[in-house]
């Protein structure tokens, strides 16, 4: 395992950044930050695993609670350690990047001799300030006090014919309350379909086409097996009695929304963004949001 690695200036050892707050299990939106990473095959953009030789790119999921912020991010791949449940690096780093935009994103090339199954992006994303990492604690922080984000992905990397695809939630019919839900990226209110001030368990629900849950082998079993896809609801106002939803057939789930209370909601009404993350549970991850008015 890499005991001590030098990235763009900062010091990470072993690159084993804590990774608990990559998907916050904290539904409600009142900070930038980020829900998860979405990994692509350059020129293959539906396939989430890259093979040796390949180039990918890794984008990283993020929600506001208002105008999206420019982020500041260093991150870093590096071979995985097999059978690690943690991320924990098991060579040196071959990809990295320091730099600030509206997405943070990491582009790699895999090595043409890599042996591991997989591979380990990990760093520190910030909504305000610059990534700073203690080379003493491999503690991150932003160098203006603000909370950074620190991020873990595993790449898995195909081999002898395995591949998988990302689910697509872009195209999936939405409805809210039985009605159609379409996505709207016009500001405020106007046009958005409305929802009363404490409403209470408002359904959001979604179908998923059956090819969005691929089938794969699995070691010992003599039938391959089909994808459960696990969708992830996070908003910036309001409460869900539950946050995640579960595709285990082709029929829609959903989840159930309370909305704020009418003290809560101005006069020319609440403007609310949904955030829904779907994963295969095995690298393939896609997202969207809806918006909606409360009055």
Known sequence: MTKLTTVLGFTILGLALTACTTLDPVSLIVRDRVLGAKVTVDGDPQRAWPGPGEHATV??????PGTPPVFSWILAACPSQAGAGIPICDGP??????????????QLAIPDDLASRSVVVLGAI???????????????????????????????????????????????????????????DAPGCDGLP????????????????????????VIGEPAPEREEL?????????????????????APVGV?????????????????????????????????????CVR
């Open 59 to 64: 984008t990283w999921l993020t929600a506001s």
């Open 93 to 106: 780093v071959f990809a990295a990047s320091q730099a600030s935009g509206a997405v943070p994103v990491l």
């Open 126 to 184: 910030c909504a305000s300030g610059t990534p700073v990492i203690d080379e003493m604690t491999s503690a991150a922080s932003c160098d203006d006090g603000s909370l950074a984000d620190l991020v873990s992905q595993h790449i898995f990397i195909a081999r002898d014919g395995a591949t998988n695809h990302h689910p697509n939630v872009g195209d999936a019919p939405f409805t809210l309350a039985g009605t159609t839900w379409d996505a709207s």
């Open 194 to 217: 409305e929802i009363a001030a404490g409403a209470e368990r408002v359904d959001l629900d979604v179908a998923f086409a059956p090819s969005d849950r691929e089938t794969y082998a």
């Open 230 to 250: 696990q969708v992830s609801a996070f908003v910036t106002a309001g409460e869900f009695a539950q946050q995640y939803a579960y595709v285990e057939s082709d």
């Open 256 to 292: 159930e929304w309370t909305a704020p209370s009418a003290s809560e909601v101005p006069a020319e009404g609440l403007r609310v963004t949904f955030s829904f993350v779907v994963r295969d549970l095995r690298g393939g991850v896609d997202a969207t949001t809806r918006t909606l």
